[in-house]
């Protein structure tokens, strides 16, 4: 009979980096609050957490990241404006994001690295399973990756990270996963993870990518975690030591993703997200294929 874990209900989301990629547009205004089509990034990311069941969100911010905080909230006198002027549509927008979940926030403080900023989250969760979702991946809503996660996390315990197969020569970009194959094929057993490692020392072509599913005895392994790579904390030093030893938060399991995945930590890949998913919208997909058809006909 297939043990039951306890029902994870809380995300956490981290937020606190400097964007510097971006510059000059991050300089006043959060990274994730930059637009993908016409909704801010972050908006697509908790979302994707509350249509897996987490509708408690904890986002880890920083200094200059209030924009975070007000994007999730009411606004009153836009909500009253668009009331006065009979404009439906755009006031139930605006009022969608401030319905979505129940919003927590915590500052980081020290940029010391992902795997600080998920210890400052170990108040907020308690001694709960809970899911890491990065603010760079956005997961397209029709291949339910976290859900998935979810469910393999309550069949086995311990804790699941998101894999992708990636080109061999992209490798060093990535966290790395050794894995073992199980009984379920789009499921591996997670036996060692190397932080960007060189090609020629990768242990296979598994990218970690920016969703996790933790077991609560993380926070404690992350107190004892030095400084690894970059002078940061590593999460992926973390779970390499939940992998060596299953009696310390269970096993680590990956899940191997292969649906739609937008990366927008990266200028190219955030315009190619932008163009995708206008492209497949309904009301601004049509007429924008067409543009773009012409254009390049045209250019190229």
Sequence with gaps: MTESHPRISKAVIPAAGLGTRFLP???????????????????????????????????????????????????????????????????????????LATMHYVRQGDPKGLGHAVLCAAPHVGHEPFAVLLGDDLIDPRDPLLQRMVEVQEQHGGSVIALMEVAPEQIHLYGCAAVEATDDGDVVKVTGLVEKPEPADAPSNYAIIGRYVLDPHIFGILRRTEPGRGGEIQLTDALQQLADDEKVGGPVHGVVFKGRRYDTGDRGDYLRAIVRLACEREDLGPDFRTWLRSYVAEEM
Excluded at 27 to 39: G, Y
Excluded at 52 to 76: C, Q, S, W
Excluded at 88 to 99: C, F
């Design 25 to 99: 547009a991050t300089k006043a205004t959060p990274k994730e609050m930059l637009p993908v089509v016409d909704k801010p990034a972050i908006q697509y990311v908790v979302e994707e957490a509350v249509s897996a069941g987490l509708d408690d969100v904890l986002m880890i911010t920083g200094r200059n990241k209030r924009p975070l905080e007000d994007h999730f909230d009411r606004n009153y006198e836009l909500e009253s404006a668009l009331q006065k002027k009979g404009d439906a549509e755009r006031l139930a927008k605006v009022q969608e994001s401030s319905d």
